[in-house]
Every structure is written in C-alpha cells, then in structure tokens.
C-alpha cells in the first residue's frame, strides 16, 4: 500500500512521534493506523493515546438525577458548535436526559422505540427526527446510561457547560451533606483525569497482558536495558505497569485536592467514611465526554471557495 503524507501526517498527531518514524510504521504496517500506533508505542516513540483521545464531534452531555438513587447521562450531538448552543437544541437534550432517567430500555434501539414523554403520539425516534427538520441539522442520540443505587446514592457532576458528564455511585449507609459533598468532589476527579476503572480490581487480566506486551518491548528497544537480567527487566515491567495503573484507576490516583499532593482517592473515601461514620465506598462511575471517537468535520473555507469557482 503506497503510504501518503497525508497518512504520516495523520499518524504524527496521533502519537507525537517524529515523522520518519511515523512513515516507517506506516510502511512496516502496510499503512494500518491502529498497527502504526501499536508499533510506534512499542518502541517507545508514541505515548498511549490513540485518535478517539484527541477528535471531537460537537453536542451536549447532560445527567439528570431523579432522586438520592436514580441518575442518567445522555450524549445528544450535533453538527456544528453554533447549534450546541442553541436553547432549542439545549431543551431537547433535557427532554432527552428526562427520558433517559424515566426509562427501562436496555439499549438505544429500545429507547428509541419508547414512547417520547413530552408527546406520547410519538417515539424518541420521530421526535429526534421532527428535532432534525426544525433545526435543519442532522442531530444524533448517540448514547445514555441509568444507574440506580441499591445500596447507597448516586452525586453527578457535569463540567464544562455540558462538555463532560459525570455519575458517581457509592455505597453508603449515611446520606449527608458531608458524604454528598465527597462524592461530588470525587466526580470532579473523574472529570479532570479519566480514570478508566474504580480499582486494580476491576482491571481485566486482557488490559494487564497487552500493555505488559507494550512495556516489553519499550525495553527491549532502551539502550539503557540491553544485558540486563531477566529478573531486572521483569522488575521494570511491573513497576511500569503499577505506575500505569494508579493513573487509569480512580482510587489508586492521587486525589487533586489533597493537601499534601500524597493522598490517594481510597484514602480520601477512607478519611471521610471515618468523619461521617459511614460505611463508605464507590461501587462504579461513568463518565461521558462529548465526541468521544467521533470524527469532528472539518471545513477549509477557501478550499470550498476554490471548488465552487471551479465548477
């Protein structure tokens, strides 16, 4: 496959490698971006994000909390920023996460197939569709998720006037203004610094494997590693990966408001289960970031001029 500039291009802003790095794994790959990046991460000249980190489509998230035990996040896009921040399309969105909230469905084709709630002579397909027609803009209802505390509450926590969404669920068995508070300041945490999993716990031996396999040959590509015995090599890999871990995982983070910059999440939950007497823990998160994966489409005004002259 012959390998474009516009590929290496691609690939450099994805990874932050160099060019000619970027052309050589693309080469080494038969141009597959995915396998680029997997070999620009194994050598050591790429850091672990991939092209869903850095694109955005435009929308809105908004959570809604239907009581102490009940919450729902939803991501509504659209196509530009300008219709992002139109009320009528900022109402819908509501509607949207009321809907959401209200539900039972256990998937997007069955929420869309409900009965919309503001107008029962409706689904939340068709509305979606007369939202499309009054905004004259293709709008989507791209995800949504309801958590309902058994044992314990939900806090939401929602930032940058709708570009993050944040649920918290803890359990707990003191609800107070105190434990509230912690949580909310916890699903500010979530926002900031995207945690993937609550605890080490919940990291699936499929995740510990792949990035073990990445470290690896990170070290076998170090100048600094060569000779080295296996017992020190199995040593780095491991500290790497705990190192990697306590960033992916929320109780293992440091907690950004902490007063010594030392504490962890955990020891923060920890802290305020032993002030407020409460039996305290945070069961699961979720967090929702506009555009997430989406290709956002860009526009070159003067190549759309020039396109239109040449017609």
């Not at 659209?78 to 009321?98: G, I, L, R």
Request: glycine residues 6%; contains cysteine.
């Amino acid at each position: 496959m012959a390998i474009t500039a516009g590929m290496v291009k691609e690939l450099r802003e994805m990874t932050g490698a160099g060019m000619m790095d970027c052309k050589k794994a693309l080469t080494e790959t038969n141009g597959d971006m995915e396998a680029a990046v997997e070999v620009l991460r194994k050598k050591g000249q790429a850091k672990a994000e991939t092209k869903a980190n850095r694109i955005a489509a435009e929308g809105l998230c908004r959570v809604v909390v239907k009581d102490e035990k009940t919450a729902a996040v939803v991501e509504v896009n659209s196509e530009t920023d300008f219709v992002a921040k139109n009320e009528e399309f900022q109402n819908f969105v509501a509607a949207v996460a009321e809907q959401a909230v209200n539900s039972d469905a256990a998937d997007m084709d069955a929420f869309l197939a409900e009965s919309w709630n503001q107008d029962t002579s409706k689904t939340v397909r068709e509305a979606l569709l007369s939202k499309v027609a009054v905004i004259g803009e293709n709008l989507s209802i791209r995800r949504f998720e309801k958590i309902v505390a058994a044992h314990g509450c939900v806090v939401s926590y929602t930032h940058g006037g709708g570009r993050i969404g944040v649920i918290v669920e803890a359990d707990t068995d003191v609800i107070n203004d105190a434990v509230k508070e912690a949580l909310t300041n916890i699903a500010m945490q979530i926002a900031a610094l995207s945690p993937k999993y609550v605890s080490t716990a919940d990291v699936s031996e499929e995740y510990k494997a792949h990035e073990k396999e990445i470290l690896m040959a990170q070290i076998a590509n170090d100048p600094k590693m060569a000779g080295k015995p296996e017992k020190v090599i199995e040593g780095a890999v491991t500290g790497r990966l705990n190192k990697e871990l306590k960033e992916v995982c929320l109780l293992e983070q440091a907690y950004v408001k902490a007063e010594d910059g030392k504490q962890t999440v955990a020891q923060y939950v920890a802290q305020v289960a032993k002030e407020t007497g409460a039996n305290l823990s945070v069961k699961r998160f979720v967090r929702f970031e506009t555009g997430e994966g989406l290709e956002k489409k860009e526009e070159n005004f003067a190549e759309e001029v020039a396109k239109q002259m040449n017609q």
